[in-house]
């Protein structure tokens, strides 16, 4: 997928799904997050594609949907801040093996 932005029609032809049910997660603040609109980015196809997996293959409701993907995003969060620790750690440990020698 080379391109910047998909139309409605042509995500509703890659996911197999309606317009509706596209609606509903924007009503739920679920796709699009600052997009152009009836536009969609790289970023908000590959939240929709989990987002249509938990519905439909998961049985996840909305509100569920809502509560997985804000997880999701703070476990990314907690594993940025943890990756960033442990490069302050490496950091921190070459420099006095340095200074050691």
């Known amino acids: ?20 049910f596209l609606s509903d997660l924007e009503e739920e603040e679920l796709c699009r997050d600052g997009s152009p609109a009836k536009v969609f980015r790289i970023e908000e196809l590959e939240k929709l594609n989990l987002v249509k997996a938990l519905v439909e293959d998961m049985g996840v409701n909305l509100p569920g949907v809502e509560v997985i993907l804000r997880m999701r995003q703070m476990m990314f969060e907690m594993r940025r801040q943890f990756d960033e620790i442990l490069d302050d750690l490496a950091q921190e440990f070459q420099g006095r093996l340095k200074r050691g020698k």
Do not use: A, P, Y
């Open 1 to 20: 997928m080379d391109k910047e932005f998909w139309t409605v029609t042509e995500v509703m032809e890659i996911f197999e799904v309606d317009e509706g």
